[in-house]
């Protein structure tokens, strides 16, 4: 699955635009999770998001954020 790809089946699913290259990298990852695209085309999604600034939160940072919010 190419990127474009990955952006078409978004806007199908989610009925919008995806906001930015993370909200794109969580929807790579359900997919992947979901069984719906391969580990390898999962590593290149995650490659050319990453090289476009996308980044996943580190465990401490959601760690903080809940707490916050309590």
Do not use: C, W
Not at 17 to 36: A, C, M, R, T, V
Not at 61 to 68: S, V, W
């Amino acid at each position: 699955m190419t990127l474009e790809d990955l952006i078409n089946v978004f806007i199908q699913v989610k009925k919008n635009q995806p906001l930015n290259s993370n909200e794109l990298l969580d929807f790579s990852q359900q997919k992947y999770i979901g069984g719906e695209i391969s580990i390898a085309e999962y590593r290149n999604l995650f490659r050319e998001l990453n090289a476009r600034g996308a980044k996943k939160p580190d465990s401490g940072q959601l760690l903080d954020e809940h707490e916050i919010s309590m």
